[in-house]
């Protein structure tokens, strides 16, 4: 369905009327296994570990989301990153952004290194560390982009080129991005994660995960290990992706503009030190974000003036955005990184990465913007006035 567009895609990829009953939207078959024909004689399906019709409308249309050949669910993405380190063998080396996901550190780093993968955590936004970096048996490249929680982008395309030259897997995590506003196989890379989770999903109820690539070799690999490892996402799970997605183009479009709206509030607050959305002409690669990025997405990350106990004030006394992890639902979210998601990183690591005690990060949903900027206004009210910030 490659001539389609982006919204058409997202609802009718891999989504035709199911051909017994006609049902308009494909249903969740809720079923371990498949009655045969004959002796050895199956009807395209045996076993959901294998394959299942939910999933595999799940997987097409994301793929072709990504503009990308094949799609692979998985329980999270956490599973899809254990996945692609099978294309991996002990003794390879992994670059990956030393700003990531903190759960993405902790499995690298604390995990996979155990079974003979050796990472390295490096800044990804400058080829020339990437390229410092490279060893011989360097084989995968991971990154992420815009990375978490410091939104700091990376050239996707300079990367991508790079390592093929190299013979080295590009994999990009697109969860914060999402195919509407980013896509990274059209800028060469190999493979595109996601957490699900997050904007696919959309709606805060379901933990998958999912890879592209429109490599066969690749592909022939993780499928492989999709099924022999089992680590899969359930019917409903895929289904729920999958009714996600079909939205996913209007909700991009609202989170991004309310996202806009809240980082210039933001930008000229007197409590607030700093504002990072790659959206904003301050932002230090905003013109990288314009080149390879087609909008800038709901995450921004700030930094109240006052420190720890000022931000504390502000993430108990917002009312529509939710003290919570995760992020890329309707609803909006606040949240430490330092105490919550990140907290899987060594303080050291945390202050290297300008991860301070004053930082906070949001997730702003598609609620009304002008009520939002107002909740956020008003919890930054409460912020005490102190003898030295009125100076
Ligand atoms: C949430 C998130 C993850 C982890 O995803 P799971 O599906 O929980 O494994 C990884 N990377 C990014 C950028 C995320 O936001």
Known sequence: MKEFRFETLAIHAGQKPEPVTGAVVVPIFQTSTYAQEDVGKARGYEYSRTDNPTRKAFEECLASLEGGKYGLGFGSLKISRIACMYLLSPGDHVIVSDDVYGG?????????????LEFDFVDTTQLNLIKKSTKPNTKMIWIETPTN???KLCDIEQIASWAKSKNIISVVDNTFMTPYFQKPLSLGTDIVAHSCTKYLGGHSDVVSGAVVTSDEKIYEVLKF???????????????????????????MRDHEANAMKIAKFLGGHPKVSKVVYPGLSSHPQHELAKKQMTGFGGMITFVIKGGLEDARTVLRNTKLFTLAESLGGVESLIEHPAIMTHASLPK???????????????????????????DIASALDKIPQRAEARG
């Open 104 to 116: 993405t550190y902790r499995l690298f780093a604390s995990v996979n290194a155990r079974y003979g």
């Open 225 to 251: 290990h999709q099924n022999a490892v089992g680590a899969i996402p359930g019917p409903f799970d895929c289904w729920l992706v999958l009714r996600g997605m079909k939205t996913l183009s209007c909700r």
């Open 149 to 151: 929680p410091m939104l």
């Open 348 to 374: 050291e690591r945390r202050e290297e990465l300008g991860i301070s005690d004053g930082l906070i990060r949001i997730s702003v949903g598609i609620e009304n913007g002008d009520d939002l900027v107002e």
